[in-house]
């Protein structure tokens, strides 16, 4: 690292805490802090300046601040498997024989279940919300924790979410059904899973996709296909399978933290808790079963393996990431873009890029030429815009644009207004997503990635809340200030986006015995204000003040 450059040109995603980068000797460390220190003064705002010391952080007391709010998380993850998994839940698909538990019942619904299947799902939300924001501000105010205490935190969380049925999704029932066509030989970029006739694989798939091929890469679909193999072309053994693969994904994830949080200067155990225990992660991600998890886990892997200048094994995991899901493709050019460093000109890049690219290539050819799938999958890529969901910003304009034109009498169909708003849309975030390339040596790689990834999501056609998982993850190395409030306050929304019982619910509070109304709501007005313990409180840190770090100078 040239030592010429300036703090300004150091890529946020280089720097500790309060920006300072890590090249520079101690002296110049604290001139800058005590030269902040005094403009803040001036604004009148609080210091938050770092005192630089080589001293460690005082002894970790790991049953207060690991075990007891990991039991109540716990508590709080088990609230939402129990209310998902009761018969006559609005959480879960109601048809016989799509799990090992909770067949809906043959008797008419009890108002008293699906109230108490309500209270115990968004009750457990808004603890495990509670829950997870505390544990960030106290690992970002007591340092040290290790990061393999926290994954018995992991691991404890994710037991509730391993045993129930797929969790606010029927995803997994299509891949399952993707995954016998390819063990019968079928193309899954062809036909849809309803091509199979009526079975158990196809009968909990969700209509919408039953028709619709698969937008998934070669190398998911093979794993999906040997899956349906192995377990003799039983669906829930199938099911339970591709929940593990996702399993898989997140600890690709959970082993990169310790090796993120030393090249990005973080606190191991805060940023495990921000990308492995964050709510989109334990209950869209593993709960839900998604592929999402496994591009992420490869994706993140590679990622990292660039940071520690190894660009093409960074760049063969991500291929692989690129091969279960098209978006991890922006980690190859990323890798490539970064190859020779920064500072670099950008026609210097262009062989890197090109590089980059082909190795890509090779290993996506490899892997449609031996499935005998070939590269059907790239044709079908917007398979997912055939959801119209007001959660999607484009979807909504086009929605609200249509009904005011309604208002005014002036005669257009949602279909071409939506057109355009998605057209628009997707406009905005390639120009984005270019101005952050060709930036990305100033805002930082990470950074950069995230953003682009979000900005597809939000701008796209569709918003799914594992979809949101992609910028998410990848910021939450880099998030600092309001970057780190951002991937909080989303991943706390995201987990509450397009819940299967917010119908029901609305029904409910409408239609509903008023007594039983009054108990939930009171219930969840409990769960949302009342203390929690003594580890709760120790993690705000007073007005004026902010924990003491480590800060280390690189030679």
Known sequence: MPSDRTAAAVPEDERLDDGVPTHHAHLVVRALIAYADRLRDRLGGPSDAFEVTDE????IDTRGMVWRPALLGFVAVLAVAIGSSMPSSPFKLEMP??????EPSTASPSHWGVYFSLAAVY????????????????????HGVPVRTMMGVFALWSLPVLVIAPLFSRDAYSYAAQGE???HHMNPYLYGPFELG??????????????APAPYGPMFLQLDGFFARITFHNELATIILLRLLALVGVLLI????????????RDGAELFTLMVLNPVTIFHLIGGAHNDALMLGLLVAGLTMAKEKRPIVGILLCALATAVKAPAALGILYIGWSWLGTGVAVKDRVRPVVTAGLIGLGVLGAFSFVSGLGWGWISILGTPGVVRSWASPTTGLAFLVTGLAHLVHVNVGVGGVLSVCRFLGMVGAGVSAVWLLLNSDRIGTLKALGTTLLLFVLLGPVVQPWYLSWGLILLAPVALGQLRSLVIGLSMVTAFIELPGGTQLVTTLFHGDPLLIVLTLLWLLIVLTVPLSSWDRRSTVPAGSTPTAVVSAAA
Do not use: Q
């Not at 460690?56 to 002894?59: C, K």
């Not at 009526?198 to 028709?211: E, F, I, M, Q, S």
């Open 198 to 211: 009526n079975n158990a694989y196809t009968a909990p798939v969700d209509p919408l996709w039953g028709n």
């Open 56 to 59: 460690p952080d005082e002894p």
């Open 97 to 102: 024989g799509v799990w090992f538990f909770g």
């Open 181 to 183: 066509m390819v063990s």
């Open 123 to 142: 009750g457990g939300l808004l603890l495990f919300m509670r829950v997870w924001w505390g544990m960030i501000r106290l690992y970002r105010s007591r």
């Open 254 to 265: 959970a082993a990169c933290v310790p090796r993120l949080a030393k090249l990005y200067h």
